[in-house]
Each structure stands twice: as structure tokens, then as C-alpha cells.
């Protein structure tokens, strides 16, 4: 009987995390709304947010390389844009820098001897290997990024 009910709040905590998403919520808004309702920790709402985008994902048809592939066409396409702001412009760069690892944590050190403070990034194999190869080809297979041959 626990499982099932274990099983049911389950299944509700990952419809309301779906349902945030599509509503284009940020993660941290998601994350204090999940608060709000279940009293959940924030690596809780995190494990929650993986099942809704994973089942989001299955349901689209499209691999998670495909679904960044569209992404990164659509930042492109901001930056080339001539009518695009240059906030705009700023944003999609932002965003391409995050799909492609480029945000990644810093740590910062101390040094006893002479108290210098160094940045240690993080290693490159914590990113994803050959992401620009693949983003590349996955634009270039069907044609302009978006999942449709080119029709220029």
C-alpha cells in the first residue's frame, strides 16, 4: 500500500514539475513552487525536474542532441538576425555558452605562502566531449537546425 502511495505522490510531484516547465518557468521558481507545496529540498525538486524533462523529451520524438541542435539554430539565428537587439544578441550568446559547457563553476584557492588567490576551472572532461562536432552535425544532417531540409 506505501508503494502505491509513494508511487502516486511520485507521479504528481513529476506531473507539477512537467507542467512548470511548459509553462517556461525558471528552475529556481520550479524549485520554490515545490517547496511551497511538498516541503521539498532543493536536490529533491532537482530529481523530480530530471524525470519530468526526460519524459518530455521521449514524448517529442527527438534525442536530447536533437532538442540542442534546434536550440543552438535558434541562437545562431538571434546573433545573425539584423533586427535582433543587442540584448537579444547578448542573451542567445549566453545561452550557447551554457549548452555548450562553456559556464562552467571556477573554484577559487588559497595559497598559505604569499595568501594569492588563484582560479582553478573546471577539468575538461567534466564537459561534454565533442559537443561543437555534434551540434554541427546534427544541424547540418537535416539541414538548417530546426528538424527541416533547407530550403535555399
Not at 25 to 36: C, F, L, P, T
Not at 58 to 71: P, R
Not at 134 to 144: D, F, M, P, V, W
Request: with cysteine.
Amino acid at each position: 500500500m506505501a508503494t502505491g502511495i509513494r508511487a502516486n505522490r511520485k507521479a504528481e510531484r513529476v506531473a507539477l514539475a512537467r507542467q512548470l516547465l511548459n509553462a517556461r518557468w525558471r528552475k529556481g521558481r520550479i524549485k520554490e513552487a515545490m517547496n511551497a507545496k511538498y516541503g521539498l529540498a532543493p536536490r529533491t525538486c532537482e530529481k523530480y525536474l530530471k524525470l519530468a524533462r526526460d519524459q518530455l523529451v521521449s514524448e517529442s520524438g527527438q534525442s536530447q542532441l536533437e532538442h540542442k541542435a534546434d536550440a543552438y539554430g535558434f541562437y545562431i539565428s538571434v546573433i545573425q538576425d539584423d533586427k535582433s537587439t543587442v540584448r537579444e544578441k547578448l542573451v542567445a550568446q549566453e545561452r550557447i555558452d551554457k549548452l555548450m559547457g562553456l559556464e562552467c563553476p571556477t573554484q577559487y584557492e588559497m595559497e598559505v605562502s604569499n595568501t594569492a588567490v588563484r582560479v582553478i576551472e573546471m577539468p575538461d572532461n567534466q564537459r561534454e566531449p565533442n559537443l561543437i562536432d555534434n551540434l554541427s552535425k546534427a544541424r547540418t544532417h537535416e539541414g538548417n537546425g530546426n528538424g527541416r531540409p533547407r530550403t535555399d
